[in-house]
């Protein structure tokens, strides 16, 4: 998707290692977000940031942290990966509540992980 | 606290025919809401929104949504399915006017369009 990547696109980890997932932009958005997909669950929010180094829990952050240190990217890390965060992880960008051309979000591409 | 209902998991319907994919929305104040389409081993992408004004909104790939106040609903709807409609469709809902707030997404919907 235009202007956003997520690396990697795929990776299989065992369990208690620690994963970083890597989301990087050039449309110079101010808030991006992390969400997992699981079936039956549709897309849960895992933390999101509104600024650099301003971030903030979602719905299903336990085990996750969030590290912003420039526009551009927003990293995600399992500290300790389980086999419960098995999941496809996708990134998204958006400029605020105004002034954006739809209001809502784009997303990348996602990154398929595996904890075995 | 906000939250999307999308009550069918799989909607079957055969090319040509129409089709609805129901959503329905809890919000404190007015909602954005929002569809978007995944297909397989994509990201999600934008396919129309409400916000203010007309009920029925027009978007991408020849989908509407008709804003249902009373109802609190935001269905999705196109007059003609075609095969390749096939995909996961996802509702989505923000509040207008609480600052920021974050999308909350429904659990989908799977649209399989038979030949």
């Known amino acids: 998707d235009a202007g956003i990547t997520q690396s990697p696109r795929h990776k299989v980890t065992e369990t208690g290692t620690p994963v970083t997932l890597r989301c990087h932009q050039t449309?110079?958005?101010?808030?991006m977000y992390w969400y997992r997909q699981d079936p039956g669950h549709g897309l849960r929010l895992i933390h999101y940031?509104?600024?650099?180094?301003?971030?903030d829990k979602g719905e299903v952050s336990d085990g996750y942290s969030v590290s912003r240190s420039k526009t551009e990217d927003f990293l995600l890390t399992l500290e300790s990966a389980t086999s419960s965060q098995t999941s496809v992880y996708f990134c998204?960008?958006?400029?605020?509540?105004?002034?954006?051309?739809?209001?809502?979000?784009?997303f990348g591409s996602g990154t398929r992980l595996t904890v075995v | 606290a906000q939250s999307v209902a999308q009550p069918e998991d799989q909607v079957n319907v055969a090319e040509g025919n129409p089709l609805t994919v129901k959503c329905t929305y809890s919000v404190s104040g007015n909602p954005y809401l929002f569809w978007y389409v995944q297909y397989p081993n994509r990201g999600l992408q934008f396919l129309l929104k409400?916000?203010?004004?007309?009920?029925l909104v027009k978007g991408s790939y020849g989908f509407e949504a008709e804003f249902n106040k009373s109802q609190t609903s935001f269905h999705l709807k196109k007059p003609s399915a075609l095969v390749s409609d096939s995909a996961l469709y996802f509702c989505?809902?923000?509040?207008?006017?609480?600052?920021?707030?974050?999308?909350?997404f429904g659990k989908g919907t799977m649209l399989l369009v038979s030949p």
């Open positions: 998204a960008i958006s400029d605020g509540a105004g002034g954006t051309p739809n209001y809502g979000y784009t």
């Open positions: 989505a809902v923000r509040a207008l006017e609480s600052g920021y707030s974050t999308l909350t």
């Open positions: 449309e110079n958005h101010r808030y």
């Open positions: 409400y916000i203010t004004g007309d009920n």
């Open positions: 940031s509104y600024g650099v180094k301003d971030t």
